[in-house]
């Protein structure tokens, strides 16, 4: 079992940044590949990008790539997701997820992640 904890959501402004962080506890975060997700009212969880165990690949959607940049330190068993450039596009709930069967590859379908955060809230205004 591990559990995630996401926190640094908040209201913005458009082009403004945030920094999420996710913080693990109950195992070693480096056993685990770890992706971000988000979910807009009346919408499904959509992947937004992810990591792999060793930080060596990592991988984003498109609405996002160039604006968001996935890291971890393992040392701290936290994820980071740093977001520039917010729009009001952006606006989500935003869930940290660890998958604990992937090494190398970073997935994209939220059925791959076995463990959930509660999620943080993330507005952007224009």
């Known amino acids: 079992q591990v559990q995630l904890v996401e926190s640094g959501g908040g209201l913005v402004q458009a082009g403004d940044s945030l920094r999420l962080s996710c913080a693990a506890s109950g195992r070693t975060l480096s056993r685990f590949s770890m992706g971000w997700f988000r979910q807009a009212p009346g919408k499904e969880r959509e992947f937004v990008g992810g990591?792999?165990?060793?930080?060596?690949?990592?991988s984003y959607a498109d609405s996002v790539k160039g604006r968001f940049t996935i890291s971890r330190d393992n040392a701290k068993n936290t994820v980071y997701l740093q977001m520039n450039g917010l729009k009001p596009e952006d606006t989500a709930v935003y869930y940290c997820?660890?998958?604990?069967?992937?090494?190398?590859?970073?997935?994209?379908?939220?059925?791959?992640?076995?463990?959930w955060g509660q999620g943080t809230q993330v507005t952007v205004s224009s």
């Open positions: 990591v792999s165990r060793t930080g060596t690949r990592t």
């Open positions: 997820a660890a998958d604990q069967d992937s090494t190398l590859v970073v997935y994209t379908t939220t059925v791959r992640y076995e463990y």
